[in-house]
């Protein structure tokens, strides 16, 4: 889906299950609502067909009707059922995408990257995009640090340092 709002941006500290993004909510609602009138469509047909199942069956018994019409009958009902069953996980499905279009954190920590901007699309295929990346704990953090050779050797164990990134020059 397309980015719609950002709720978090980089170095702020989030909350777990804290709303981080939502995705526009208009494709997911459209499926919704046009699954739930496909279901109610195919409800109806199914309590036609059972209808038509139980007349079968009175016709069968009172043998004014035969087996080959009480076998379709009894097909069509169960069709229909079957019908009413891929529907009703459609909307399972559809109803769950749309809970999935609001982006949530799923720890406490702060915000250390985030990968999109609001109209931005966002695609999954075989794998789930990264969002945000949330670090639990930063003084737990470990940095990595290119040292040059020559100055290696004046470097130990539990000594302070000083860095500078280049985002952040002055501080």
Do not use: C, W
Not at 55 to 70: C, G, P, V
Not at 95 to 109: A, C, F, K, L, M
């Amino acid at each position: 889906g397309i980015i719609a709002t950002l709720h978090a941006d980089f170095n702020e500290a989030v909350k777990k299950d804290q709303v981080l993004a939502t995705l526009d909510p208009t494709p997911f609602e459209a499926q919704v609502a046009q699954t739930r009138a496909q279901l109610q469509r195919t409800r109806v047909a199914a309590l036609d067909a059972q209808a038509k199942l139980r007349r079968q069956q009175a016709l069968f018994q009172a043998e004014l009707a035969s087996e080959d019409q009480l076998d379709s009958a009894k097909a069509v009902f169960d069709q229909a059922q079957a019908q009413v069953a891929e529907l009703e996980a459609s909307l399972e499905r559809a109803e769950t995408n749309q809970r999935y279009s609001v982006i949530r954190s799923p720890i406490d920590g702060v915000v250390v990257s985030r990968d999109y901007d609001v109209g931005q699309t966002v695609a999954a295929s075989f794998q789930a995009p990264t969002l945000f990346t949330i670090a639990e704990d930063l003084t737990k953090m470990q940095v990595q640090a290119d040292v040059d050779q020559s100055d290696i050797s004046r470097v130990a164990s539990h000594q302070p340092a000083r860095f500078t990134v280049d985002a952040y020059p002055e501080e």
